[in-house]
């Protein structure tokens, strides 16, 4: 079980590293520019069938190699009071892939059996996304629908999700506050 500090000192992909090295950042994917990096950050996930809320960490790599889509891997692990990871939690990957006129489209799969296609679109500092297929396997939860909204300040990146799921309407799920460990 990796800690936070474990996972700050991982090597970086080549290809997230820095936009002025390897390939250049594909025309299509200009609306993404700003995501791409490493982002590190705890938040808090709170759910009306889950005794929370609870506090995670959380690293989102987001990288390119010159086609016109980014690669999106995304890692959380529970924390105690005190900082301490407890164990690891949520576990995804997928695309992003952008469209014409600013539209986007993310596809996730993830660990626990859910594969998500999410559109949506893409302003300065803003990504707002909803899905409009959630597939899952016989032993995945019941997920009906997600909506996720990426917010960038500076150097801070705010997540938040909301999720319609386990027979409870569209609530907030997830938020956090991701910090741009790297470009």
Same mark, same amino acid.
């Not at 080549?14 to 299509?28: I, Q, V």
């Not at 995670?56 to 692990?77: K, Y």
């Not at 009071?81 to 995804?92: C, F, I, K, S, Y």
């Not at 917010?151 to 990146?157: E, I, S, W």
């Given at each position: 079980?990796? +800690?936070p *500090?474990e996972f700050?000192r991982?090597?970086i992909?080549?290809d997230t590293?820095d936009l002025r090295d390897? /390939?250049?950042?594909n025309d ?8 791409i990096?490493?982002?590190?950050? &705890?938040g808090e @996930?709170?759910y009306?069938t889950?005794?929370g /809320?609870f506090?995670f960490g959380?690293?989102v790599t987001i990288s390119h ?6 690669r ?5 692990? !529970?924390?105690?009071?005190? $900082?301490n @990871?407890?164990? /690891?939690?949520?576990? %995804?990957t997928?695309?992003w892939?952008?469209?014409? *006129?600013?539209?986007l %489209?993310?596809?996730l799969t993830?660990a +626990?059996?859910?594969?998500e ?5 893409a *302003?300065t $500092?803003?990504?707002?996304? &909803?899905? &409009?297929t959630v ?6 939860k019941d997920?009906?629908?997600?909506q996720?909204s990426? @917010?960038l300040?500076?150097?801070?990146l705010?997540?938040a &999700?909301s999720r %319609?799921?386990v027979? *409870?309407?569209? +609530?907030p799920h997830?938020?956090?506050? !991701?910090?741009?460990?790297t470009?």
């Amino acid at each position: 079980m990796s +800690t936070p *500090e474990e996972f700050a000192r991982q090597p970086i992909p080549a290809d997230t590293a820095d936009l002025r090295d390897g /390939p250049p950042l594909n025309d299509a994917c200009a609306p993404l520019r700003d995501l791409i990096g490493v982002w590190q950050g &705890e938040g808090e @996930v709170n759910y009306p069938t889950i005794d929370g /809320p609870f506090r995670f960490g959380q690293q989102v790599t987001i990288s390119h190699d010159g086609r016109p889509f980014l690669r999106h891997q995304a890692r959380a692990w !529970l924390l105690d009071a005190d $900082g301490n @990871v407890l164990r /690891p939690a949520a576990w %995804e990957t997928g695309w992003w892939r952008p469209g014409a *006129e600013g539209r986007l %489209e993310l596809l996730l799969t993830h660990a +626990t059996g859910l594969l998500e296609i999410f559109y949506g679109s893409a *302003e300065t $500092g803003r990504w707002d996304l &909803e899905t &409009e297929t959630v597939l899952g396997t016989a032993t995945a939860k019941d997920v009906r629908a997600a909506q996720r909204s990426y @917010v960038l300040r500076g150097d801070v990146l705010d997540y938040a &999700e909301s999720r %319609e799921m386990v027979g *409870e309407p569209m +609530t907030p799920h997830v938020s956090a506050a !991701l910090h741009r460990a790297t470009r």
